[in-house]
């Protein structure tokens, strides 16, 4: 089962930031946070990831607590394009690099 | 930038048969993955490859699957004989270390 919890949905106005948390209070200390997203039925794609530092790339910003128990991940100014799919996912060494896919939080960029 | 091909994009086959699907991962990754998406349904872990053989497969991944990475480019998938419960999107992955997969786009295999 997946160790990461998130909201099944969420709505945001085309232009603001949109901010997907997710609970991860189980994570152990060599476990990173995986984000990906899936927009129809594509492949998923690869945002970002982190193990406890907050991380910044062209496509998003990752914050996680400093307890590691949750992360949000920010689309800075979201685009009709950005809706889809989004999966936050715990995996390291444990897993041995593979993924667990939850239900991920449907985000809806409307105009 | 690149990427991870793999073909057919959709494939019908009958009950019974045996089909292979295909992917190109990146030249220089080193761990290849495959995942199945049965519609509507969840992105499925299936098995996953390093240095030439299987290093974890989940319980999905029974002896009518099975993986090859043939000539140090291609990575496939065969099943042996098809059941109506294989039809899915499959999807190919790879990947360098703990950094983030790269995903195909998937092969749609329809089970008739």
């Known amino acids: 089962d997946a160790k990461t919890t998130q909201p099944p949905s969420m709505d945001c106005a085309e232009g603001r930031a949109a901010n997907l948390p997710c609970n991860h209070s189980?994570?152990?200390?060599?476990?990173?946070v995986y984000w990906y997203r899936q927009i129809h039925s594509q492949g998923p794609q690869y945002i970002i990831h982190g193990l406890k530092n907050n991380e910044t790339n062209e496509m998003a910003s990752l914050i996680i607590t400093e307890d590691r128990k949750s992360s949000t991940l920010i689309l800075p100014h979201a685009t009709l394009r950005d809706t889809a799919v989004y999966y936050c996912?715990?995996?390291?060494?444990?897993?041995?690099?593979?993924?667990?896919f939850g239900q991920g939080t449907e985000l809806s960029v409307k105009p | 930038e690149p990427e991870v091909t793999q073909t057919p994009s959709h494939q019908v086959t009958q009950m019974g048969q045996e089909v292979i699907l295909r992917c190109v991962p990146i030249?220089?990754?080193?761990?290849f993955y495959w995942y199945r998406q049965i519609l509507g349904q969840k992105v499925e872990f299936l098995v996953s490859f390093y240095n030439n053989e299987i290093s974890e497969k989940s319980e999905i991944f029974d002896d009518q699957f099975s993986v090859e990475r043939p000539d140090g480019s291609n990575f496939t998938l065969k099943i042996r004989s098809t059941k109506l419960e294989d039809s899915a999107m499959y999807f190919c992955a790879s990947s360098s270390d703990w950094d983030g997969y790269t995903f195909g786009s998937g092969t749609r295999l329809t089970v008739v």
């Open positions: 030249s220089n990754h080193l761990y």
């Open positions: 189980t994570i152990s200390g060599n476990e990173y």
């Open positions: 996912i715990v995996s390291g060494y444990n897993q041995g690099g593979k993924l667990i």
